[in-house]
């Protein structure tokens, strides 16, 4: 059997390299991904640092990682979308898409989605991944790896301006100047907003500060970088 490499947490600060066997196409519309770029999301830091997240809790090896993005290598027999060598952008949280706010495209709210890297649910810290095709997202051309994997943060970015209803010429403030923050930033500036500023309490890490700054203006003259990364 074909293995893989994977970064598996076993418990708190235990992170360890492992080999485990390649998926197999979970179900007919899947597809098989192999990773090609992740990124590391607070709640990554989070299951590392404190072994849980809420009600969500580390009680077995999970492989962590869900801002993903990768190529096709596989497809299953009926999947019709997808062809070997597309480059996706792997959408992580999977709904049942038989309730009320699956249908109604609100699917975001099904009380029985299963979310990448979230227990019991392993995540894209290795080198293959069998998803369903529906939520293999197309990249476009001229999008390479490490954007495709910020495809999933940036539309967090995108829902928080959509829901504050940012329209041409207004201001606003975003508080928080972490990668999410830095990407809202980003994503109400190109909605219309003239004037977007940053804010987050205390210090900022000293590797976002030349982002943060080219981004925005800093409200606070309180702000400042941070001498040592920050989560």
């Given at each position: 059997m074909a293995t893989m490499?994977?970064?598996?947490?076993?418990g708190i600060g235990d992170l360890r390299i492992e080999q485990r066997p390649v998926p197999e196409?979970?179900?007919?519309?899947?597809?098989?991904?192999?990773?090609?770029?992740?990124?590391?999301?607070?709640?990554?830091?989070?299951?590392?640092?404190?072994?849980?997240?809420g009600p969500y809790v580390v009680e077995r090896p999970l492989v962590l990682g869900h801002e993903s993005c990768g190529e096709v290598v596989a497809v299953g027999s009926a999947v019709s979308?997808?062809?070997?060598?597309?480059?996706?952008?792997?959408?992580?949280?999977?709904?049942c898409r038989a309730c009320r706010y699956c249908k109604e495209g609100r699917y975001n709210l099904c009380a029985a989605v299963g979310f990448m890297a979230t227990p019991p649910y392993d995540g894209a810290y290795c080198?293959?991944?069998?998803?369903?095709?529906?939520?293999?997202?197309?990249?476009?051309p001229g999008v390479d790896f490490e954007q495709g994997a910020m495809v999933e943060p940036l539309a967090v970015a995108v829902q928080a301006a959509k829901r504050?209803?940012?329209?041409?010429?207004?201001?606003?403030?975003?508080l928080g100047a972490g990668p999410i923050g830095l990407l809202t930033m980003q994503v109400v500036r190109a909605a219309g907003c003239s004037r977007p500023w940053p804010a987050c309490p205390g210090t900022c890490s000293r590797a976002r500060w030349p982002t943060r700054t080219r981004i925005g203006p800093c409200p606070s003259a309180a702000a400042r970088p941070s001498p040592s990364p920050t989560w």
């Open positions: 490499t994977a970064a598996v947490l076993h196409l979970g179900a007919p519309d899947h597809v098989l991904v192999r990773i090609r770029a992740v990124g590391v999301c607070g709640s990554d830091v989070h299951f590392f640092t404190e072994g849980k997240i979308t997808h062809r070997v060598g597309d480059r996706v952008a792997l959408e992580p949280g999977v709904p080198e293959y991944v069998s998803w369903p095709a529906d939520f293999a997202h197309l990249l476009p504050a209803g940012v329209r041409l010429g207004q201001s606003a403030a975003v």
